[in-house]
């Protein structure tokens, strides 16, 4: 073999080599991918927290299943409650969505009732937010400067310093709204709860419509961090919010929850 020819095999040979490379690398990344999309295999499951609703997911192998309930509880000892069907329990991969979730930590297990009268429990799960939707922005005064102006119209007030009906004919208000520290919505269009010392002090919280009626309370904020689904507020708009630490009065606030997010 002269040299042109060794130079043209050792061309083609690395032609193939490379293309061996970027061909195991796409093998790879598409096993990766896959991978990472595939929910856990029963009885484990996945529960993530999206907008709206929190979504179950796993994969059975079970057969001549009968049906398999979804329970669910706010301690994750006691006090699981049936709260639905999967509609294909003897499919592979099944999902289902809590479109109510309660406020707090959601905990999930899943109760299989097979035909021949045998029955099984699932693991039991905590409900986590989706690593896949930025949740980490605030909803800021640029976010909710319409519906400030909405909220201004409609007599409600979203500011610090209460006017009356004399100062505002005198003054125009100012618009003052700044989302909480502590409560607040973010771009997904949950609500998220951020009491670093939750677990050694005592807080609640009230939640409440603009015009002060009540919505429902969260008697103990147990962990640091927790995220309220916007689906229990039930609507768009305006809500008020109340903590409590130690029983005392800690904040008053306020926050919006934007008909439309952004992911």
């Given amino acids: 073999m002269d040299t042109a020819q060794e130079?043209?095999?050792?061309?083609?040979?690395?032609?193939?080599?490379?293309?061996?490379?970027?061909f195991t690398a796409s093998v790879f990344s598409v096993k990766?991918?896959?991978?990472?999309n595939t929910p856990p295999v029963l009885p484990d499951f996945s529960a993530l927290i999206k907008t709206g609703k929190i979504?179950?997911?796993?994969?059975?192998?079970?057969r001549d299943v009968k049906f398999i309930g979804v329970q669910r509880s706010l301690d994750s000892v006691l006090n699981f409650s049936t709260i639905g069907l999967v509609s294909n329990p003897n499919d592979f991969r099944n999902s289902y969505n809590d479109v109510k979730p309660l406020p707090g930590s959601n905990y999930y297990r899943l109760f299989i009732q097979f035909n021949n009268g045998r029955y099984?429990?699932?693991?039991?799960?905590?409900a986590v937010p989706d690593s896949t939707i930025d949740a980490t922005k605030k909803l800021q005064l640029s976010d909710v400067k319409e519906a400030i102006a909405a909220a201004k119209e409609a007599g409600i007030n979203t500011g610090t310093n209460p006017t009356t009906a004399k100062e505002k004919v005198v003054k125009e208000e100012k618009i003052v709204w700044h989302p909480s520290n502590y409560i607040y919505t973010t771009a997904d269009g949950n609500v998220n709860i951020k009491l670093p010392d939750a677990p050694e002090k005592k807080y609640s919280v009230k939640f409440f419509e603009p015009d002060g009626s009540f919505l429902f309370e969260i008697p103990q904020i147990k962990e640091p961090f927790l995220i309220l689904e916007k689906a229990i507020f039930l609507h768009a708009g305006w809500f008020n919010f109340e903590i409590y630490q130690e029983g005392k009065a800690y904040e008053k606030w306020n926050l919006y929850i934007p008909l439309t997010y952004r992911n």
């Fill in 7 to 22: 130079l043209a095999f050792m061309k083609q040979l690395s032609r193939l080599i490379l293309f061996a490379v970027i």
């Fill in 32 to 36: 990766a991918q896959t991978q990472s």
């Fill in 55 to 62: 979504s179950l997911e796993f994969i059975s192998g079970f």
């Fill in 120 to 126: 099984l429990y699932s693991k039991i799960v905590l």
